[in-house]
């Protein structure tokens, strides 16, 4: 990492902002930006050596685009031990942060206040076989941190990440990461070791189809990956997706016999909501 990631000037669509940073704001440089769909990006940002998180943790983020800008929450994707921070984000028409968000270039700035927080962090969880991560689109963030994490796989024999999506596109960003990891020097054979990546899509053909609440109900997402269906001795459970997905994932793991936890009572599975609008 570099001496100082910190600009004295933020920049915005490559021009200096008239703005002043607001108070207790790190100001970040976009790094790298890829666009998967119309509603769909992922970016890379410069990390300040200060800034300190837990993979699975989310930060607050703007744009100095304003006097006051508009922050939203968004899981830091990348894992604790990057040199970079990444995000995977929606693009929202008219959202109050995406509409601009979504045209940020390398150069730009982006604001991020200084304390990153969040209940889907392996401290939350007790020790367990095995690691459920739910997720439906954009959450999948805090899990591609978590993955990335080799504390993950110090904790569980099997890490299993699902991503629900409404068409196949839109699994990319999961699909390509989980890919790269292969070859990872640092979790490379964790990963081939002990990694399932199971999709799945609501709106269009593919060879799983259904929202992942319905494929535990029916139990043919455990069937599809030869394991025994949850239960409190040896499974542990992450959700993150809308607000309606966590109820309802939440209520099939309370049903399953889990225990929601929390940071300072770690127990069976966790809960956090992770969009933005
Ligand atoms: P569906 O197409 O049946 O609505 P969204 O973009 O609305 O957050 O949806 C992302 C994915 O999550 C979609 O596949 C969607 O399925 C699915 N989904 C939406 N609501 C729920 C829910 N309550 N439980 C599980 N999956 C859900």
Redesign the pocket.
Known sequence: MSETLEIETPILAGKPSPFPVPAGCYTLTVQEVQHYTDSLFRFRVTRPMQFRFRSGEFVMIGLPNAEKPVFRAYSVASPSWDEELEFFSIKVHDGPLTEHLQKIQPGDTVLMRKKATGTLVNDALLPGKRVWMFS??TGIAPFASLIRDPETYEKFDQVILTH???TVPELKYGEDLVASLRDDPLVGDLVRDKLIHYTT???EDFVRKG???DLIVSGKLFDDLGLPRMGPEEDRAMIC??M??L???KELCLSHGLEEGANNKPAQFVVERAFVD
């Open positions: 439906t689109g629900g999506c409404r899509v609501t709106r929202r992942l609440t997706g809308s309606a997905m109820k309802d994932t």
